[in-house]
């Protein structure tokens, strides 16, 4: 049977791949993520090296993007190079997926930027600590203070090397109140931790309140969906031009408490109401769902897909998107270790199928899984058969 939609995602890869081969990327161009600890990255998916992790502490956030680090990237991309740090994007390419490299919608807009002389720090990613309320299954304590102790426990029980911290990690600042905001920042996206517990957060805002930008910055809140804005937050963000509330949603009711611990469903979903209600009220707010898809996913896509779609079919599509985001480490969690097989036997919603390579797959990994996934439940008192039992089953059933 014709497949419509794999026809056209094919076009539109083949697409961007022609529009962007020679280029390499415009993220390094235009953008900077900084993560706690004050670890700064060209974008998310960049894996750091020695000499980007001893960068760092800088008061203007634009030298960055001048450092002979982000110069040498840029020469390596723009001659056709593949820099070992960009090898999530490419690795997604080889396998028919659409990298962020491609896809993301800012840097399709910027790629301009790629020959031009002049550098602008214009889209900025910021996590200003790892303080979280939660310890989601796909997460670690580098980013969540709530992982601490299981993080120690796995690791103290020879179960797994999870090689983490102990203790929170320091700011992303060292100097808030002195720092440099440049401007031509057009976008901010907030990151965790958990954004609306960081303290840092309405000093950063007021900060650009103050420079006189706000009314031309876009922001994007990556939260988790357990913490309603004080009133006076919400004041404060009316003074920007959008923002959006990027709702981590990775499964509906007890898949989420069991996906997301130590969260409740019942609990999100009055958030998330009260969020969505500011979306209708004022046309500069919306919402986006960001799912991780993850092994645990294959038995809930559908659902959750179901779910949301209800739920936003009374504002405009526009206001109340999705977005879904491959998990590649720890690999035991990727969709990539699932068979083929057992990936036949779910309806996987055909946005994410290609997600599901079975690349991975292989009895090491799929044993890995077991190991982290039955640990886990002993330490929190959860129950993995009770939440996927269909996908409980097939995994106890394969064999190799």
Same mark, same amino acid.
Request: glycine share 4%; with cysteine.
């Given at each position: 049977?014709?497949?419509?939609?794999?026809?056209?995602? *094919?076009?539109?890869?083949?697409?961007?791949?022609?529009?962007?081969?020679?280029?390499?990327?415009?993220? @390094?161009?235009?953008?900077?993520?900084?993560?706690?600890?004050?670890?700064?990255?060209? #974008?998310?998916?960049?894996?750091?090296?020695?000499?980007?992790?001893?960068?760092?502490?800088?008061?203007?956030?634009?030298?960055?993007?001048?450092?002979?680090?982000?110069?040498?990237?840029?020469?390596?991309?723009?001659?056709?190079?593949? @820099?070992?740090?960009? +090898?999530?994007?490419?690795?997604?390419?080889?396998?028919?997926?659409?990298?962020?490299?491609?896809?993301?919608?800012?840097?399709?807009?910027?790629?301009?930027?790629?020959?031009?002389?002049?550098?602008?720090?214009?889209?900025?990613?910021?996590? =200003? *600590?790892?303080?979280?309320?939660?310890?989601?299954?796909? #997460?670690? *304590?580098?980013?969540? /203070?709530?992982?601490?102790?299981?993080?120690?426990?796995?690791?103290?029980?020879?179960?797994?090397?999870?090689?983490?911290?102990?203790?929170?990690?320091?700011?992303?600042?060292?100097?808030?109140?002195?720092?440099?905001?440049?401007?031509?920042?057009? *976008?901010?996206?907030?990151?965790?931790?958990?954004?609306?517990?960081?303290?840092?957060?309405?000093?950063?805002?007021?900060?650009?309140?103050?420079?006189?930008?706000?009314?031309?910055?876009?922001?994007?809140?990556? /939260?988790?969906?357990?913490?309603?804005?004080?009133?006076?937050?919400?004041?404060?963000?009316?003074?920007?031009?959008?923002?959006?509330?990027?709702?981590?949603?990775?499964?509906?009711?007890?898949?989420?408490?069991?996906?997301?611990?130590?969260?409740?469903?019942?609990?999100?979903?009055?958030?998330?109401?009260?969020?969505?209600?500011?979306?209708?009220?004022?046309?500069?707010?919306?919402?986006?769902? #960001?799912?991780?898809?993850?092994?645990?996913?294959?038995?809930?896509?559908?659902?959750? %897909?179901?779910?949301?779609?209800?739920?936003?079919?009374?504002?405009?599509?526009?206001?109340?998107?999705?977005?879904?985001?491959?998990?590649?480490?720890?690999?035991?969690?990727?969709?990539?270790?699932?068979?083929?097989?057992?990936?036949?036997?779910?309806?996987? @919603?055909?946005?994410?199928?290609?997600?599901?390579?079975?690349?991975? +797959?292989?009895? %090491?990994?799929?044993?890995?899984?077991? /190991?982290?996934?039955? +640990?886990?439940?002993?330490?929190?008192?959860?129950?993995?058969?009770?939440? =996927? @039992?269909?996908?409980?089953?097939?995994?106890?059933?394969?064999?190799?």
């Amino acid at each position: 049977m014709f497949d419509a939609l794999s026809f056209v995602c *094919s076009l539109i890869f083949l697409y961007n791949f022609a529009m962007n081969k020679g280029i390499g990327c415009a993220f @390094p161009n235009f953008h900077l993520q900084i993560k706690p600890g004050g670890i700064t990255k060209p #974008c998310c998916r960049f894996i750091i090296d020695d000499d980007l992790a001893r960068m760092g502490g800088n008061a203007n956030l634009s030298d960055y993007l001048t450092s002979d680090y982000w110069s040498n990237l840029r020469k390596t991309l723009e001659k056709g190079l593949k @820099p070992s740090g960009c +090898s999530k994007c490419f690795n997604e390419e080889d396998s028919g997926q659409f990298s962020m490299r491609l896809t993301h919608e800012e840097a399709e807009k910027k790629l301009d930027y790629n020959t031009r002389e002049n550098i602008d720090l214009i889209d900025l990613e910021v996590g =200003f *600590s790892n303080i979280c309320n939660l310890a989601c299954r796909s #997460c670690d *304590s580098n980013l969540s /203070t709530r992982w601490y102790e299981d993080d120690q426990k796995l690791t103290e029980a020879g179960i797994l090397e999870r090689g983490r911290p102990k203790v929170k990690i320091k700011p992303a600042f060292n100097d808030l109140k002195n720092l440099s905001i440049p401007n031509t920042i057009k *976008s901010v996206k907030f990151t965790g931790g958990e954004p609306f517990l960081h303290k840092e957060l309405p000093i950063f805002l007021d900060k650009m309140v103050k420079m006189d930008i706000s009314k031309n910055v876009e922001l994007r809140f990556c /939260t988790n969906g357990t913490i309603l804005p004080s009133d006076q937050i919400i004041d404060t963000l009316k003074k920007f031009k959008s923002i959006d509330f990027s709702l981590s949603l990775d499964g509906i009711e007890k898949a989420n408490d069991y996906l997301r611990y130590p969260s409740r469903w019942d609990e999100i979903l009055k958030v998330i109401e009260k969020l969505k209600a500011l979306v209708k009220e004022d046309r500069r707010f919306s919402i986006t769902r #960001c799912t991780t898809v993850s092994i645990y996913s294959l038995e809930i896509l559908d659902k959750m %897909e179901s779910w949301w779609n209800s739920f936003v079919e009374d504002i405009p599509h526009e206001k109340g998107k999705s977005i879904y985001q491959m998990v590649h480490a720890p690999s035991y969690l990727s969709p990539e270790i699932v068979p083929k097989e057992i990936m036949e036997e779910f309806d996987v @919603p055909a946005s994410v199928k290609n997600m599901f390579t079975g690349l991975k +797959s292989g009895k %090491e990994t799929l044993n890995l899984f077991k /190991t982290y996934t039955q +640990s886990l439940d002993e330490l929190r008192g959860e129950d993995f058969e009770n939440v =996927f @039992p269909k996908l409980s089953k097939l995994i106890d059933q394969y064999e190799f």
